[in-house]
């Protein structure tokens, strides 16, 4: 009876973990593929980049895009692999309790003989496992793609981004289904979480251009998962313990509002 939730919510998501796994692997694939076209070129558009304004290169990424590792880091963890994990997990994550309570679907689940922490922390547990399967699958597509590109960055070096990205999507999706689970709004959930990830995103671009501002970017959740160059640096512990920290409170806390209010 306890595992039957846990169980229930992955059969329920394994369509949508299949969809996004094949989505990010595909856009993997054609990232990787450019790098032949793109080597031969790379030094000459690494010049150019240094001939922008400090600003746009932030925004660009801080890898070395002449080499194999820097055009990943850029083409792949500097803006779109993240966003896609953020909208991923803190999607899922308000729809795991509150978005099920708004569709009238949570009251079936509350009749059970089951405690509502029970409930709670095995679909959250179902949502960390969502999102880890898909970066898995990405890491495993991405290791794949760099052997057969010939492309001189190493399966350490990929896996270590990647667990950065799937803390990444592991501490704002538990800020989400924390939120969710604790006001029972799904728009409240996104909207907060989504605004958190932006700043994030944001204190770790451009806050190291401004001195006073630095410290933004040593405590934000972007800079934790990716730091300066994901694939030549890889996450490094204290941002590892920084973003589980942030996950396990935030379930927490869903797990306890949820266990006290009253659900619609």
Same mark, same amino acid.
């Given at each position: 009876?306890?595992?039957?939730?846990?169980a229930k919510?992955l059969?329920?998501?394994?369509a949508?973990?299949?969809?996004?796994?094949?989505?990010?692997?595909?856009?993997?694939?054609a990232?990787?593929?450019?790098?032949? !076209?793109?080597?031969?070129?790379?030094s000459?558009l690494?010049?150019?980049?240094?001939?922008?304004?400090?600003?746009?290169?932030?925004?660009?990424?801080?890898?070395d895009? @002449?080499?194999?590792?820097?055009?990943? @880091?850029?083409?792949l963890?500097a803006?779109?692999?993240?966003?896609?994990?953020?909208?991923?997990?803190?999607?899922?994550?308000?729809?795991t309790i509150?978005?099920?309570?708004?569709r009238?679907q949570?009251?079936?689940?509350?009749?059970? =003989?089951?405690?509502?922490?029970?409930?709670?922390?095995?679909?959250a547990l &179902?949502? %960390?496992?969502?999102?880890?399967?898909?970066?898995?699958?990405?890491?495993?597509?991405?290791?794949?793609?760099?052997l057969?590109? $010939?492309?001189?960055? &190493?399966?350490?070096?990929i896996a270590?981004a990647?667990?950065g990205?799937?803390?990444?999507?592991?501490f704002?999706?538990s %800020?989400?289904?924390?939120?969710?689970a604790a006001?029972?709004?799904?728009?409240v959930a996104?909207?907060?979480? !989504?605004?958190v990830?932006?700043?994030?995103?944001? &204190?770790?671009?451009?806050?190291?251009?401004? =001195? !006073?501002l630095?410290w933004? !970017? $040593?405590?934000?959740?972007?800079s934790?998962?990716?730091?300066?160059d =994901?694939i030549a640096?890889?996450?490094?512990a204290?941002g590892?313990?920084?973003?589980?920290?942030?996950?396990?409170?935030?379930?927490?806390?869903?797990?306890?509002?949820?266990?006290?209010? $009253?659900?619609?």
């Open positions: 009876m306890l595992g039957s939730v846990l919510s059969r329920d998501q394994r949508a973990t299949g969809g996004w796994s094949l989505a990010i692997a595909i856009l993997i694939v990232v990787i593929a450019l790098w032949p !076209a793109f080597a031969s070129a790379m000459e690494a010049r150019f980049m240094t001939t922008l304004p400090e600003p746009i290169r932030a925004l660009m990424g801080s890898g895009i @002449s080499t194999a590792r820097g055009f990943l @880091s850029v083409e963890f803006y779109i692999l993240p966003v896609l994990v953020a909208v991923l997990s803190i999607g899922k994550g308000a729809a509150a978005g099920e309570e708004e009238g949570l009251e079936l689940l509350l009749v059970r =003989p089951l405690p509502r922490r029970s409930i709670a922390w095995q679909k &179902a949502l %960390l496992a969502v999102v880890t399967l898909v970066a898995t699958a990405g890491c495993v597509v991405a290791i794949v793609g760099v057969v590109a $010939d492309m001189d960055v &190493a399966a350490g070096e270590r990647m667990l990205l799937g803390l990444f999507g592991w704002f999706g %800020l989400a289904f924390g939120i969710g006001t029972g709004r799904k728009i996104i909207a907060i979480a !989504a605004a990830a932006f700043a994030a995103y944001m &204190a770790a671009t451009f806050a190291p251009l401004i =001195p !006073a630095h933004l !970017a $040593d405590v934000s959740p972007w934790w998962a990716f730091g300066d =994901p640096d890889g996450i490094k204290g590892a313990l920084g973003l589980l920290a942030g996950t396990a409170l935030f379930i927490g806390l869903g797990i306890v509002g949820f266990d006290r209010r $009253d659900v619609r």
